[in-house]
């Protein structure tokens, strides 16, 4: 059966490529091992170049069309799409900040058009609120900064080249600053523990990394800014940008695959009671009309907010909401049709070698991806009010 996600647009990558990143995906998840061949496979195709402007060596995707991409890779191989948005979302923020006339990030394409790879350490326990506040600290040092702290769901942790990381500057008490910064390799002070053992999305390898002092140079330092939402200047919503929308087209495309499956099994399945196959039984077709009118939902609004981005619709204040909203109602409603496509499934998705299996346990995943529900319904409600979103809130 051909996905209906492919019925109007066509990947960038072969046909052949996607098929091999599909059928490496339930090893990886088994072994819980890093999707390394799909990674050196993807690399060789150009696919970690997709982002990259023309100008410096690249194709020059655009968020709206980035997304299809990562809805087409996720489609076959999700935790394998989901570990390399990390390196789209800082080559797609520097290739927006390019476009829009800052050059600060330039250096960003520019090491990624040889090849270099960028991943993300953002995610703190103690912090809901990533990117925004951090339990990581900054400090002030004479050509740079240095940071200490515990980054986790560090996605490409076996070939990432930079890591972007931010920390608090609290040199000043009354204005606490964010301060964003690009750690190579190279740089001495860190490690990474090995933490990953998880539910889902396990080809990720989104291991801990402790950082001990870690010095960044003032030419890696991206941003300074206030903390909360009064720092959210072009560069930290461009974070929230590539990143939300990353991860919503991953797990629309789960629950687009889960949705493939289930009509495919319907078609097969027989019952003993019946003299026809199981399509034709009213509660299965209940069943699937639910998954197809929650499916049905999904695009259309990636799409949109997407598409605004990419053409630069001035939203103002109301782009924290916007985003957020397309990320969650994509992984709410993936999670959502996942379940129901395991009711359907009559038993067999309980079992290992069942697909649904693994695309279950993965589509809960996108439920711990920030911004959770929480933070979500309060930045909504709070932009829908009209309340300053860094506002505390009150009790009684």
Request: glycine content about 8%; charged content about 25%; aromatic content about 10%.
């Amino acid at each position: 059966m051909v996905a209906t996600l492919f019925k109007t647009s066509t990947s960038l990558l072969g046909d052949d490529l996607l098929k091999c990143c599909a059928e490496r995906a339930s090893v990886y998840d088994r072994e819980n091992r890093f999707c390394q061949e799909d990674f050196d496979e993807l690399k060789a195709a150009g696919y970690l170049l997709l982002t990259v402007p023309p100008e410096f060596g690249g194709k020059g995707l655009t968020l709206a069309q980035m997304s299809r991409e990562t809805r087409h890779l996720a489609y076959h191989a999700p935790a394998t799409a989901l570990c390399l948005n990390m390196h789209h979302y800082w080559v797609g923020l520097a290739a927006d900040l390019y476009r829009a006339g800052d050059r600060s990030t330039d250096w960003i394409l520019e090491r990624a058009r040889k090849g270099e790879v960028f991943a993300a350490g953002h995610a703190e326990t103690g912090n809901d609120l990533p990117v925004l506040y951090s339990t990581t600290k900054a400090e002030r040092v004479e050509g740079g900064y240095q940071f200490h702290g515990r980054k986790s769901f560090g996605s490409l942790a076996p070939v990432w080249d930079w890591l972007g990381i931010h920390g608090m500057d609290l040199s000043d008490p009354d204005h606490p600053k964010i301060v964003h910064g690009f750690m190579h390799r190279d740089t001495t002070g860190y490690s990474i523990k090995k933490t990953w053992d998880v539910l889902g999305m396990r080809a990720t390898r989104s291991d801990d990394t402790i950082l001990d002092d870690v010095f960044v140079p003032d030419r890696y330092i991206a941003r300074i800014v206030p903390t909360g939402f009064d720092g959210a200047d072009f560069f930290v919503l461009c974070i929230f940008a590539w990143s939300l929308m990353g991860f919503a087209n991953v797990y629309y495309a789960i629950a687009q695959r889960a949705t493939d499956l289930t009509l495919e099994t319907a078609n097969r399945k027989t019952s003993i009671a019946m003299t026809h196959p199981m399509s034709h039984h009213a509660e299965i077709q209940h069943g699937i009309a639910d998954m197809l009118l929650e499916l049905e939902t999904i695009e259309p609004h990636l799409e949109k907010i997407a598409e605004d981005w990419s053409t630069g619709v001035n939203y103002g204040a109301e782009w924290p909401s916007k985003l957020v909203s397309a990320k969650y109602h994509a992984v709410e409603s993936a999670w959502k049709i996942v379940d129901r496509a395991l009711d359907l499934s009559g038993g067999f998705g309980m079992f290992k070698k069942s697909e649904l299996e693994r695309l279950f346990r993965d589509a809960r995943a996108g439920r711990f991806h920030p911004a959770n529900s929480a933070l979500t319904h309060e930045i909504v409600a709070k932009i829908g009010l009209g309340i300053d979103l860094d506002e505390q809130p009150r009790w009684g």
